[in-house]
């Protein structure tokens, strides 16, 4: 079974925060070679020769780029006239689509080049074969962009097979004006106690607002982000992750009730409805003044800043999750979002040339300027904004239960948090039975 790193090394991420950067991992010196990878990278290698300015067409098809994120099309452009004869296809990437569409052109022999995917949740593509050993194109020039143990993050067994663009984890937007009206003050942290009062304050006093919105595929992070804090110990929480602890355990139980009366009591945005908002319905009732807060992520915040100032709102804060931690588990969900080369790529040369440029300088700057925290040694220049959308980067832990198989990881993110609000019992034995169907394929 492949290794990879396993802890952030929070001093880095703390050391780098400051310009807007945070590291994403801490070394595995594991040398373990799962059978089969190094077979499908050499094939793909010895088929992937073609030079980016030998004036032959290249075609490439990448799946990276997000609506209304800015960055990406100013990339294609700059792509555009560094390689003139590559064709590249963009195609959206959608998180609930990525696996399924990858794993299918690649079953159909279709070549899909560059794909932005989690580097700490590479395990479904490498147990398949499907991604390709970047190791050998990281040479020291290439490498010195990211800040230390950054690369860890995507590295197996000694191989690096994601690297990471931004640090990510959710946080919460928060419109201050209605806060204040509704009598509520707005701290860069709470606890989950200081947030279930702040929203029962807000319905109280503002019955036209609500006091949260969540977008449908963000319902699970509730769950998720419990899942890392509700222990006394580090160790108890390891343990969890590893499958050996119930989720019918009276901690788990008690968290997901706490977290399924938020939704119980009419708090989350529309009410009837809440667990299927897409991302437009969340932003647009945010910026209608429909809801008080808007649970994100922390890369979105400066975009989600700016659309509410065109609205009127102003005076808009990000800050923290609320936190249920008691113990010593003060952590958050996320990870970075990250590129990797599928391992049948028909042009890994041309493939290596366009990663090499979206992880440049230039690339990186481009992302800190629109807000996202990067794991690369570039400055924050002149966004002021860029702390509050790194402040939880070294409260991010890596490693969740959700990983212990691709068919759990899919439930607990997509479907627990809307299933065991309608049906608790019937909830918790499918997390049983999945949790007991990972363990015996280990």
């Not at 019955?207 to 699970?220: A, H, L, M, S």
């Not at 809440?274 to 922390?298: C, E, H, L």
């Not at 702390?387 to 068919?407: C, G, H, N, W």
């Not at 049906?423 to 918790?428: F, G, P, V």
């Amino acid at each position: 079974m492949r290794k990879r790193a396993k802890q952030f090394v929070a001093a880095a991420m703390a050391g780098v925060m400051a310009l807007g950067m945070a590291a994403c991992g801490s070394g595995d010196d594991s040398k373990t070679t799962a059978a089969g990878t190094e077979k499908g990278t050499e094939a793909t290698k010895d088929a992937g020769t073609t030079e980016g300015n030998s004036g032959e067409e290249v075609k490439l098809v990448t799946i990276i780029e997000e609506p209304n994120v800015e960055y990406y099309p100013v990339f294609f452009e700059k792509l555009k006239e560094l390689y003139p004869n590559y064709k590249i296809t963009s195609k959206t990437w959608d998180q609930g689509q990525v696996e399924k569409t990858v794993k299918t052109a690649f079953a159909g022999g279709e070549s899909i080049d560059i794909v932005k995917w989690f580097p700490n949740q590479m395990e479904s593509f490498l147990n398949s074969d499907m991604a390709l050993d970047l190791t050998p194109y990281l040479d020291d020039e290439w490498k010195s962009i990211w800040v230390d143990n950054a690369l860890d993050i995507g590295t197996y067994d000694g191989k690096t097979y994601c690297l990471p663009i931004t640090t990510v984890y959710p946080d919460i937007d928060v419109n201050v004006d209605l806060m204040e009206k509704a009598g509520v003050e707005v701290k860069d942290e709470w606890t989950w106690e200081e947030f279930v009062a702040a929203c029962e304050k807000i319905k109280t006093n503002l019955p036209d607002v609500f006091p949260f919105g969540i977008k449908d595929t963000r319902c699970g992070w509730f769950m998720r982000n419990a899942f890392l804090q509700i222990w006394d110990t580090k160790a108890e929480m390891e343990d969890f992750i590893a499958g050996n602890i119930s989720f019918k355990d009276e901690r788990v139980v008690a968290a997901m009730d706490e977290i399924t009366d938020l939704f119980v009591k009419g708090y989350a945005y529309p009410g009837e409805g809440a667990f299927s908002q897409t991302n437009d319905q969340i932003k647009a009732a945010f910026t209608q003044g429909k809801i008080a807060m808007m649970f994100d992520v922390n890369n979105g915040g400066q975009q989600m800043h700016e659309q509410m100032a065109e609205a009127g709102y102003k005076n808009v804060r990000t800050i923290g999750w609320p936190t249920m931690a008691k113990g010593e588990c003060e952590y958050v969900l996320g990870g970075c979002d990250g590129y990797f080369i599928p391992a049948n790529c028909k042009n890994v040369d041309a493939a290596v040339n366009v990663l090499k440029y979206l992880t440049s300088e230039e690339a990186f700057k481009l992302q800190v300027e629109r807000g996202d925290v990067v794991p690369a040694n570039v400055s924050a220049g002149d966004n002021k904004d860029a702390e509050q959308f790194a402040r939880d980067s070294s409260k991010v832990y890596p490693k969740e239960i959700m990983q212990l198989s691709s068919e759990l990881g899919t439930y607990v993110d997509l479907s627990l948090a809307a299933n065991y609000y309608y049906d608790k019992e019937s909830t918790l034995n499918e997390l049983e039975d999945l949790r007991e169907a990972a363990l015996a394929a280990k």
